[in-house]
């Protein structure tokens, strides 16, 4: 099937930058959207920022000027540029992707998959 890795997570000071990159390889016909999502300890998982295929872009409003959402779709990677980091950025970050892949070699399928989540502290 598909497989999503993502890297670029660490440990950083309030006002410091990161980036996340995500790859997806496998069986691959084509990807849709591809996003960023997180979850802090005790909250739910929501969305942080998205991408389409053609580059069109949204974002959470807590992210909005600070976070930017790209994608390299001859590589199958999306990233996500973090800048002017604060604590409530702490969180783990999950990235995902609508995905066509071969399900044979003559049938297709559309599915959701996720990476399996890089940890972003951000220390004050």
């Known amino acids: 099937q598909v497989q999503l890795v993502e890297s670029g997570g660490g440990l950083v000071q309030a006002g410091g930058s990161l980036r996340l990159s995500c790859a997806a390889s496998?069986?691959?016909?084509?990807?849709?959207?591809m996003g960023w999502y997180r979850q802090a300890p005790g909250k739910q998982r929501e969305l942080v920022a998205a991408i389409t295929s053609g580059g069109s872009t949204n974002y959470a409003d807590s992210v909005k000027g600070r976070f930017t959402i790209s994608r390299d779709n001859a590589a199958n990677t999306v990233y996500l540029q973090m800048n002017s980091l604060k604590s409530e950025d702490t969180a783990v970050y999950y990235c995902n992707a609508d995905v066509t892949y071969y399900y044979s070699a003559s049938v297709t399928l559309t599915k959701d998959f996720w990476g399996p989540g890089t940890q972003v502290t951000v220390s004050s």
């Open positions: 496998g069986s691959i016909f084509s990807i849709n959207a």
